[in-house]
């Protein structure tokens, strides 16, 4: 709920300025287009407002396009991936790549969070339904209207206008409760009249109204109109949606205006139609979808385009312009994706802070999707995991190198089996008896494991097995493997490095209880990004795998989670871990904990302020 929140707030928090930007690039490309066609402003502007959505989700979200970010990765089958800046010589060292250098961090607690994300939800709720009601209306001034009372000249009319712009049958109805004429529907449009506009008989007049709204008709304006104000509604909030919202809706009267003077009435007859339409109307508020002849609310400037003979830009160049136009506009919004505001709680804003500080030289390997190892005849048949399980079991205890084939096949066997104190009466047994559950998988686990070096290449080959079981077990045997020099497994550190971030909680839990197996600097880094863990049992192994290494660079990230981790076992191991770095830096912190509410936590910090004290 909390990483919901944040992700919220941080599109608020950057939409607030990025909109901003965004309008005044398109307000700089209207001005530009002001002597072209409305129909091509009416285009920028809809682009504005996609784009006012789109920028602010690819920025909360970190999905950057990898040209925008200037970032390569490079790669070779005989090394892992590197991500390399194409400005620098130097290797980005960032564990994250799709993440921008170019951000301001706001940080605020987690009640705040909340609240703020709850009242932007609630705001957003209330725009939501206040379209519903528009739609409640509009089907109600569908079902009120009828045929009855349209008179020959309103049928001579409508025809010649669906004649003139080239549309299909489009019924023309009254309405007692029509207070201007106005266009609904999409699949199946409609164009409304209030029961005043049934007593004329003037044909400029009548050509007037129903050419604009037939206009709305061949435009498909109330599609477009439909989709505008769906992608409004998450960015409501901010003050200059508005602004965008009416620019749409007054280029789109102007575009119709067009369209009706070039091909159904003169400009000087249009305009006199127009105000006397406006003199029979009543008054009336926008509605979100129903199409109005006098949306906008901008009847004095149409009259004046309309009446005004200055030159207009020629169709071609317009056209040229306003896709130049759409162009740079979409370009430079999509790069302030690449300048963010982030908003984060006090144990986030801590790992950003320590990620900064720690220069390792960690490299990331994409993880491809291979398919599962091939199982062996026997495992397709074998039907009870507590026999296979034993089996497993023997092949360890016979400490024979060419069972390891058949105990790799294993490793997805994640059935839940008794467990087998396989190790017992040997000089070997493992840190944990059980990892996720027994089950023959870890059985096999084990079992590759006690057998040591011959074991290590062939588990490093299934960490990026397609199947999460054997990632988890073959990561956690890595960590458990016998007899083994420091250093000889460093070659599954990236590996492991990259199980962080995997999708599945076990698989990471494995691969952090590991790399604190193999006590590897390289990994610090990632292990202080993990602390975010949405899974407390990660987090735990994560501050674990810490402790073990004991590298003075993750006692920022650790302080945080002493304080501010909500689950107390979390907070118990953060507490041992700063007395196992013994950083004076911590003592802070670990005297705040001494009033921890978990009296395991307050013990666990008593004891690091003593080692740290000595």
């Excluded at 493992?430 to 079992?447: H, N, R, T």
């Excluded at 691969?511 to 863990?533: I, Q, Y």
């Excluded at 402790?547 to 041992?576: F, N, Q, Y």
């Amino acid at each position: 709920m909390l990483r919901i929140s944040e992700f919220i707030l941080n599109f608020v928090l950057n939409s607030a300025w990025q909109v901003a930007v965004i309008v005044v690039i398109a307000a700089l490309a209207a001005w530009l287009l002001r002597n072209g066609p409305a129909r091509h402003r009416h285009t920028l502007w809809i682009t504005v407002l996609v784009v006012s959505l789109v920028v602010p989700l690819l920025t909360a979200t970190r999905v950057v396009p990898e040209w925008v970010s200037r970032l390569q990765v490079v790669s070779s089958p005989s090394s892992p991936a590197t991500v390399v800046d194409q400005n620098s010589s130097e290797p980005n060292l960032t564990v994250d790549h799709t993440r921008t250098q170019r951000r301001a961090t706001v940080t605020t607690t987690p009640r705040s969070v909340l609240l703020l994300a709850l009242g932007y939800a609630v705001f957003t709720l209330m725009r939501a339904l206040r379209l519903a009601r528009f739609w409640r209306r509009k089907e109600k001034l569908r079902r009120s209207s009828s045929r009855d009372g349209v008179t020959p000249e309103i049928e001579a009319a409508a025809q010649r206008c669906r004649d003139l712009l080239g549309i299909a049958e489009v019924p023309v109805t009254l309405s007692a409760q029509a207070r201007v004429p106005y266009t609904i529907g999409t699949m199946r449009p409609l164009i409304v009249l209030p029961d005043a506009f049934s007593s004329t008989i003037d044909e400029s007049r009548l050509l007037s109204v129903i050419g604009h709204e037939t206009a709305h008709v061949a435009r498909r304006d109330f599609l477009t109109n439909l989709i505008c104000e769906l992608i409004t509604v998450p960015v409501s909030f901010h003050p200059l949606t508005f602004l965008i919202k009416r620019q749409i809706d007054r280029t789109r009267e102007l575009a119709c205006d067009e369209l009706v003077t070039n091909h159904i009435l003169a400009p000087r007859v249009y305009a006199r139609s127009l105000l006397w339409a406006a003199g029979v109307s009543r008054q009336y508020a926008s509605q979100a979808f129903m199409l109005s002849i006098f949306d906008g609310q901008i009847l004095e400037e149409r009259i004046v385009r309309i009446m005004r003979s200055n030159p207009r830009a020629g169709a071609g160049p317009a056209r040229t312009l306003m896709f130049a136009a759409v162009f740079v506009l979409c370009l430079s919004a999509l790069s302030l994706s690449l300048f963010s505001v982030e908003l984060q709680t006090p144990v986030r804003a801590a790992f950003t802070q320590s990620l900064a500080t720690l220069q390792p030289s960690i490299v990331e390997t994409p993880l491809p999707q291979t398919t599962p190892a091939p199982r062996r005849e026997n495992q397709g048949t074998a039907s009870d995991a507590n026999e296979r399980a034993a089996s497993a079991c023997n092949a360890s205890k016979q400490g024979d190198v060419r069972s390891i084939e058949l105990l790799v096949a294993m490793l997805g066997d994640d059935r839940k089996s008794q467990l087998i104190r396989c190790w017992e009466g040997t000089r070997w047994s493992p840190a944990l008896e059980v990892f996720k559950q027994s089950s023959p998988g870890e059985q096999a686990a084990l079992a590759l494991a006690s057998l040591g070096q011959p074991a290590f290449r062939p588990l490093t080959n299934q960490l990026d097995n397609s199947n999460p079981s054997v990632r988890r077990n073959a990561a956690w045997a890595i960590g458990e493997l016998t007899g083994m020099i420091p250093g000889t497994r460093a070659d599954a550190v990236p590996q492991l490095i990259t199980l962080l971030g995997d999708s599945d909680q076990w698989v990471r839990m494995a691969a952090a209880r590991a790399l604190g197996e193999l006590h590897d600097h390289e990994a610090v880094a990632k292990l202080v990004a993990t602390l975010s863990d949405d899974d407390w049992r990660v987090r735990e192994l994560v501050v674990w795998a810490l402790s073990e290494t004991k590298d003075a660079r993750a006692v920022t990230a650790l302080c945080t989670v002493l304080i501010s981790d909500p689950r107390a076992e979390v907070r118990r191991g953060a507490a041992e871990a700063l007395g196992e770095i013994q950083s004076a830096e911590a003592l802070p912190a670990l005297n705040q904990a001494l009033h921890d509410s978990a009296p395991g936590v307050s013990a666990k910090a008593a004891w690091a302020i003593s080692e740290i004290e000595g």
